[in-house]
């Protein structure tokens, strides 16, 4: 979809995020994952748990991520379905 520049300017952003000043390979690789499970990226899960696994993390921090993801997942749709009740001016305790 994109055009040649594009995809080569999108590339060069992508890579870019993988330098990072502060964050540590492992870090960063677990905040990928994290990013890929909550966003359904099922190209970048494939590439992160395939990273994970060459820089031999735990499974143990791998389930540590994923119920992240599930919990702030979760907080989420509550959030959303109390912000429209809230709307709607609903009230299911009566």
Known sequence: MLNENQEKLFEA???STR???YLDTRTE????LSAAIALNCYPCMKYYFLK???FKIM?????EVMAKVMAVSAAQKRAQAEEIMQKLKLDFND
């Open 19 to 21: 330098r990072n000043e």
């Open 13 to 15: 952003f992508y890579e």
């Open 29 to 32: 690789l677990l905040i990928g």
């Open 59 to 63: 499974k143990e921090e791998i389930a």
């Open 52 to 54: 994970a696994r060459e």
